[in-house]
C-alpha cells in the first residue's frame, strides 16, 4: 500500500523580466491545458507550440506589460499581465489594466489566484497606479467570483463581448481603486 502524501503546494507568485526555456515550456503548457478547459484569454482552440512561444516573447518585450506568474512547487501553473497605459494617455496615467489572467485546470483550488491579485495589487501600486481595470467573458464564473470576492466592482456589461461557438458571449467590465495603506477609503459613490 502507498503512502498517501498529505503535504500542502508550495505556492509563489513572482513578477518576471525573463522566461528561462524551462518556464517557457512550463507556461506553455500551462496556457494549453486552460484553453483546452475553455479558460484561456482569447484563445478558443490552443494555437500551434511556436505560436504560442511568440506571443509569450512578445509579453517580454513590451514595455508597458509587466508577466506575472504563478507557480506550485516550483512549476508555473498561472499567469497574469498588468498592461499600463501608453505614454501619450496622460488622462489614464493613474489606471491600469488586469489582462490575461488565468490558472491551470490542474492547479485551481489550491490558493493561488488569491496570491495572484494581492501581486497584481502590490505591482500596481509600486507603479503608482490607483485603479485597476479588467473585463471578463459571463462565462467564466469561477474568475468572476474570485474578482468580486476581491473586492473588484462590475460597472459594465457588453452583450456581444465575444464569439464563441457560434454564439455571441456577454462580457463584464471591472475596476478596483487600490489605496495605499495608509489611505482611507472614500465614502459615498465609487471615486475614480
Known sequence: MMAQDNRKPHTTVETVKTLSAGDMVELCDAAVET??????????TPPPRNVLEDYWKGVMLI??????????????????QIVRPPRNNEAQR???NLTTFFVAPWARGQGLAPLMLDEVEALSRTEGFKVINLDV???????????????????????????VDGEYVTGY???????EKSDKPRKGKAAL
Open 137 to 163: 467573458r459571463a462565462t467564466q464564473t469561477r474568475a468572476i467570483q474570485r474578482y468580486e470576492a476581491a473586492g473588484y466592482v462590475r460597472f459594465g456589461e457588453h452583450p456581444k463581448y465575444a464569439y
Open 35 to 44: 484553453i483546452e478547459q475553455g479558460g484561456g484569454f482569447g484563445w478558443l
Open 94 to 96: 493613474l489606471t491600469c
Open 63 to 80: 514595455p508597458e506589460r509587466e508577466l506575472i506568474i504563478g507557480r506550485i512547487d516550483g512549476v508555473i501553473s498561472a499567469s497574469c
Open 173 to 179: 467590465y471591472y475596476y478596483k481603486e487600490i489605496l
